[in-house]
């Protein structure tokens, strides 16, 4: 990073909006929880862990004597898998239903508690047949279909970790993680289905298999009935194996700190890091966010989180916060678009969501189709809705409250990462007077602040480097096998302190505003300016959709700022326009922020949870020849945005 610390604090966000009387009348977390935890921190999460049923209660809440190494709940014993279905049929919720299966084609099936219990049970007992035990690893590569909630969960019921692997991602992606984790067995689909039609999978893993050592048997789950290439002696139809078991299985319980899953982020440099999960604080964590953030009425509620289970938020926020919670939730296959674009909406009507959690390019996206899609459906079981993965633009935030909220549900921001394992700083629906664009306080229980390169926290309204200044009970616990980078990466940059990697600024209340990797930020002139200003400052023009801004080398201003942008439907692409964006920032911003270049594009480079790669962008701004693109959703995008540059200078 750069000398200058003080990320610029450009951006004026004066729009302010109250919770809901009603919603704030019969919140679930009140005002209070926030004294409660600051007056005694350990005694609050002590307090939430029973939330769980646990087989030995824990006596001991946090064991930090190891710094970074925390245990917490280290003396309790349970199982995840029974937190997660069995004690909800025990308690009378049996035939509740737990999962809204959608299909892409349009096939539907809703699954109860009782009925999961079963299929997790026949799946666990599948697991132990094969030679599965506690302490082994299991890769999961498979579409978004109730058998990869269960397939977690069958792992988790018999203390084997997963390490779920992005359907979609390449032979080359599984291998790499499937060598890290050492994994012996492989569950995965013949395909699913994407865009109207049947996409593989299976081919990936058989070439990834092919490979690598150790891996024994591959489980496959028939989704679509394509033909499959089958490896005699290894592969293993799911429903041959699965139907023929028990639907009993007693769960063991484990320590809290048994490894619960392992899950990949890329990184911008480097192997992908495995990110290390355990069992009783990561649940803890999971299912008191899941019920405060989102006030979860586990008897009323429909929750529904578009997130793919290949990404965190489907780990933490599909299969174990809402299910621990005993929710009812909807889990949807396929993209949006399919076969027409008011498909979510679609969705929401049918099965009455009151939940709706989703990611700002989604948002952005429905943006650009326009305001009469969603018009045309009932979303009025709507009540709270949240969003995850990168800053959310003002304006978006204010779409998504005007136009699926109808102006009246919160909007909950809920910063986090795959190592925080759960939310970390957001609002709560009932108690916090909503920003727009701002992820505003951690959550009760959760210290986190902004610092200067020094490490000095910087006051109100000053920007610099978010960090979380004490444990937390679903912490990363490692690096899968590399706890020397667990500590460079995380703990060495402010001692003592977890660093984030995220650039952020306090307003003049103290409420965090997150302003996006620090890797990304530019350097103009002198001035540090972050992506996120900039970019939302284009997308609060009408002609904009969606906006990416990157540094490029400038030999005069050190940075110069190009920003590729998505233009609304109705838009020409005009000289005139251009201009007319230049000085739209430059009012918003300040003259500094102009941006040299700007481009109007068609797609900008996403991975598949939906974060834009700049990286790339910078490739292309710098006429680089492009970086790895192995994580993008569609790789053909950036030779779109190739072809645009050289009429675009
Ligand atoms: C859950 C998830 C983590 C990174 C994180 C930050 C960005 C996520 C955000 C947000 C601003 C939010 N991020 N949520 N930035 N506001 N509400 O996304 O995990 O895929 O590991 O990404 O995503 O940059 O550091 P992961």
Same mark, same amino acid.
């Given at each position: 990073m750069?000398?200058?610390? #003080?990320?610029?604090?450009?951006?004026?966000?004066?729009?302010?909006?109250?919770?809901?009387?009603?919603?704030?009348?019969?919140?679930?977390?009140?005002?209070?929880?926030?004294?409660?935890?600051?007056?005694?921190?350990?005694?609050?999460?002590?307090?939430?862990?029973r939330?769980?049923t646990?087989?030995?209660? =824990?006596?001991?809440?946090?064991?930090?004597?190891?710094?970074?190494f %925390?245990?917490?709940f280290?003396?309790?014993?349970?199982?995840?898998a029974?937190?997660?279905v069995?004690?909800h049929?025990?308690?009378g919720?049996?035939?509740?239903?737990?999962?809204?299966f $959608?299909?892409?084609?349009?096939?539907?099936?809703?699954?109860?508690?009782?009925?999961? /219990?079963?299929?997790?049970?026949?799946?666990?007992?599948?697991?132990?047949?094969?030679?599965?035990?506690?302490?082994?690893?299991?890769?999961?590569?498979?579409?978004?279909?109730? $058998?990869?909630?269960?397939?977690?969960?069958?792992?988790a019921? @018999?203390?084997a970790?997963?390490s779920?692997?992005?359907?979609? *991602?390449?032979?080359?992606?599984?291998a790499?993680?499937? $060598?890290?984790?050492?994994?012996?067995?492989?569950?995965?689909?013949d395909?699913?289905?994407?865009?109207g039609? +049947? !996409?593989?999978?299976?081919?990936?893993?058989?070439?990834?298999?092919?490979?690598?050592?150790?891996?024994?048997?591959?489980?496959?789950?028939?989704?679509t009935?394509?033909?499959?290439?089958?490896?005699?002696?290894?592969d293993?139809?799911?429903?041959?194996?699965?139907?023929?078991?028990?639907?009993?299985?007693?769960?063991?319980? *484990?320590?809290?700190?048994?490894p619960?899953?392992?899950?990949?982020?890329?990184?911008?440099?480097?192997?992908?890091?495995?990110?290390?999960?355990? !069992?009783?604080?990561y649940?803890?964590?999971?299912a008191?966010?899941?019920?405060?953030v989102?006030?979860?009425?586990?008897?009323s509620?429909?929750?529904?989180c578009?997130?793919?289970?290949?990404?965190v938020?489907?780990? #933490?926020?599909?299969?174990?916060?809402p299910l621990?919670?005993?929710?009812?939730?909807?889990?949807?296959?396929?993209?949006?678009?399919t076969?027409?674009?008011?498909r *979510?909406?679609?969705?929401?009507?049918?099965?009455g969501?009151?939940?709706?959690?989703t990611?700002?390019?989604v948002?952005?996206? *429905?943006?650009?189709?326009?305001?009469?899609? +969603?018009?045309?459906?009932?979303?009025?079981?709507?009540?709270v809705?949240?969003?995850?993965?990168e800053?959310?633009n +003002?304006?978006?935030?204010?779409?998504?409250?005007?136009?699926i909220?109808?102006?009246?549900?919160?909007?909950?921001?809920?910063?986090?990462?795959?190592?925080?394992?759960?939310?970390?700083?957001?609002?709560?629906?009932?108690?916090?007077?909503a920003?727009?664009?701002?992820a505003?306080?951690?959550?009760?229980?959760? #210290?986190?602040?902004?610092?200067?390169d020094?490490?000095?926290?910087?006051?109100?309204?000053?920007?610099?480097?978010l960090v979380?200044?004490?444990?937390?009970?679903?912490?990363l616990?490692?690096?899968?096998?590399?706890?020397q980078?667990?500590?460079?990466?995380?703990?060495?940059?402010?001692e003592?302190?977890?660093?984030?990697?995220?650039?952020?600024?306090?307003?003049?209340?103290?409420?965090i505003?997150?302003l996006?990797?620090?890797?990304?930020?530019?350097?103009?002139?002198?001035?540090n300016? !972050?992506?996120?200003?900039?970019?939302?400052?284009l997308?609060?023009?009408?002609s904009?959709?969606?906006?990416?801004?990157?540094g490029?080398?400038?030999?005069?201003?050190?940075?110069?700022?190009?920003?590729?942008?998505?233009?609304?439907? #109705? %838009?020409a692409?005009?000289?005139?326009?251009?201009?007319?964006?230049?000085?739209?920032?430059s009012? %918003?911003l300040?003259?500094?922020?102009? =941006? /040299?270049?700007?481009l109007?594009?068609?797609e900008?480079?996403?991975t598949?949870?939906?974060?834009?790669?700049?990286?790339l962008?910078?490739?292309?701004?710098?006429?680089?020849e492009?970086?790895?693109?192995?994580?993008?959703?569609?790789?053909?995008?950036?030779?779109? @945005?190739?072809?645009?540059?050289?009429?675009?200078a």
């Amino acid at each position: 990073m750069t000398e200058n610390p #003080s990320l610029s604090n450009l951006l004026r966000e004066e729009r302010r909006f109250a919770p809901p009387a009603d919603l704030a009348a019969n919140a679930n977390v009140t005002a209070e929880a926030y004294e409660q935890a600051k007056a005694d921190r350990l005694g609050f999460w002590a307090e939430q862990a029973r939330r769980l049923t646990w087989a030995t209660e =824990p006596t001991e809440t946090l064991d930090w004597s190891n710094p970074p190494f %925390a245990k917490w709940f280290a003396d309790g014993k349970l199982n995840v898998a029974y937190n997660c279905v069995d004690r909800h049929v025990e308690a009378g919720h049996g035939d509740r239903v737990a999962i809204h299966f $959608e299909g892409e084609p349009g096939d539907s099936k809703a699954i109860t508690y009782a009925e999961l /219990k079963d299929e997790v049970s026949r799946a666990a007992n599948a697991l132990t047949e094969i030679g599965v035990e506690k302490g082994d690893r299991v890769a999961i590569y498979l579409p978004m279909i109730p $058998e990869a909630v269960v397939a977690m969960l069958a792992c988790a019921r @018999i203390g084997a970790a997963h390490s779920v692997v992005f359907g979609g *991602f390449s032979a080359d992606a599984i291998a790499t993680r499937i $060598e890290d984790a050492s994994a012996k067995l492989v569950i995965t689909a013949d395909g699913g289905y994407r865009r109207g039609k +049947p !996409s593989a999978l299976k081919p990936a893993v058989d070439e990834a298999v092919a490979r690598v050592d150790g891996v024994d048997k591959v489980l496959v789950v028939r989704r679509t009935g394509q033909e499959v290439d089958w490896t005699e002696g290894r592969d293993i139809w799911w429903h041959e194996i699965t139907q023929k078991q028990p639907a009993e299985h007693t769960p063991e319980a *484990f320590d809290a700190e048994q490894p619960l899953f392992i899950l990949y982020t890329s990184g911008t440099t480097g192997k992908p890091k495995g990110i290390l999960h355990t !069992s009783g604080g990561y649940l803890t964590q999971t299912a008191y966010t899941h019920h405060a953030v989102f006030d979860l009425k586990p008897e009323s509620d429909v929750y529904w989180c578009t997130a793919d289970i290949g990404w965190v938020t489907g780990h #933490s926020y599909i299969t174990y916060g809402p299910l621990a919670n005993g929710a009812t939730q909807v889990m949807y296959e396929g993209t949006p678009d399919t076969p027409h674009q008011g498909r *979510f909406w679609e969705i929401v009507q049918k099965y009455g969501v009151t939940i709706l959690y989703t990611a700002p390019t989604v948002i952005r996206m *429905f943006m650009k189709w326009g305001d009469d899609i +969603p018009a045309k459906f009932d979303l009025s079981s709507l009540r709270v809705l949240g969003s995850v993965g990168e800053p959310i633009n +003002p304006e978006a935030w204010i779409w998504y409250r005007k136009h699926i909220g109808a102006d009246k549900c919160p909007v909950v921001d809920t910063w986090w990462q795959t190592e925080t394992g759960s939310m970390m700083i957001s609002p709560l629906p009932g108690v916090t007077e909503a920003k727009p664009g701002s992820a505003q306080r951690p959550l009760p229980g959760i #210290s986190a602040t902004v610092v200067d390169d020094e490490a000095n926290e910087v006051p109100d309204g000053g920007g610099g480097y978010l960090v979380l200044t004490e444990p937390w009970p679903s912490m990363l616990r490692t690096i899968w096998g590399d706890d020397q980078r667990f500590l460079d990466t995380y703990w060495s940059r402010f001692e003592g302190r977890y660093f984030a990697g995220d650039g952020a600024k306090k307003d003049e209340d103290g409420d965090i505003w997150l302003l996006g990797r620090v890797d990304d930020v530019m350097l103009v002139s002198g001035h540090n300016i !972050s992506t996120t200003e900039v970019e939302s400052a284009l997308v609060s023009h009408p002609s904009v959709a969606e906006a990416a801004v990157v540094g490029a080398a400038d030999e005069t201003t050190g940075q110069a700022i190009v920003a590729f942008v998505i233009l609304r439907g #109705s %838009a020409a692409e005009t000289a005139d326009l251009v201009g007319d964006l230049r000085s739209h920032v430059s009012k %918003a911003l300040g003259p500094i922020a102009k =941006p /040299k270049r700007i481009l109007p594009v068609a797609e900008l480079p996403k991975t598949r949870s939906g974060k834009i790669m700049r990286r790339l962008l910078r490739d292309v701004a710098e006429n680089r020849e492009l970086g790895d693109v192995t994580t993008l959703t569609d790789s053909t995008v950036m030779d779109l @945005i190739q072809t645009k540059l050289p009429s675009a200078a």
